[in-house]
């Protein structure tokens, strides 16, 4: 069943769609009424309805009933991602959407081979919204991650100061028991912050600013990943703790 996605929270017996999603159903999978669709509201809900009315710019759907099924992770984890060149980044938004990221920060960080300027930034920061649209609704999550601005470190850590935990796997932190001990003392409902590095890592001044706020730092192993693997070894740890909590 296919599923659309809106900015809006669920009230009453019927929803209404708009903006892309009326072209999608309309002329792409040339929906009729009386098709059934998921909708996900801005709540997390899923609900599954039915087509009633299709008009040029809007779709309307009457609610037959409401989803049980939990899709999204126990926790809220964000991604402070140091922004990687090209098509690293797309499939970092689209990977860490799949395993349940909440947002994506990308972050201007000082060994960060890609360099956007404000409108550039703009159009990327669009582009990767668009992906964390799709890939959610491939892998039938209830909800679109965020992708945040562009910042800069300074800024980086001034989100990060907001959540009441923060992971950092750094390729000279040494034996794997803080990387065990991190990842068993996640909780639910905890606000998890994860930073990546970028493809020329961090700068030691770097995780010594993420040390002195907190964060954790810890292993992947002896190997040196990549910054798009790194994000996603990281991302499916995570996930996979949280969902046995």
Known sequence: MFQFFINTEVTGNSVILTGSSV????????????????????????YITSITRIERDEVEASVILKEDRRTELF???????GIAKGERMESIVEKTTELGVKKIVPVQMKYCVARFD?????????????????????????????????????????????LSRILVPYEHAEG???????????QKNATIGVFIGPEGGFDESEISALIENRATVFSLGTRILR???????????????????
């Open 23 to 46: 072209n999608h159903i309309k002329n792409v999978l040339r929906m009729r009424q009386g098709d059934e669709i998921k909708v996900c509201d801005i709540t997390g809900d899923t």
């Open 75 to 81: 926790s809220d984890v964000v991604l402070f991602q």
């Open 118 to 162: 404000e409108k550039k930034a703009l159009h990327k920061v669009e582009r990767y919204q668009k992906i964390a649209l799709s890939a959610a609704k491939q892998c039938k999550r209830s909800f679109v991650p965020e992708i945040g601005n562009v910042v800069d470190f300074k800024g980086a850590l001034e989100q990060a100061s907001e």
């Open 176 to 186: 794997m028991e803080a990387s065990r001990a991190a990842f068993a003392s996640l």
């Open 227 to 245: 910054t798009d693997t790194a994000a996603i070894t990281a991302l499916s740890l995570i996930m996979y703790h949280l969902e046995l909590l």
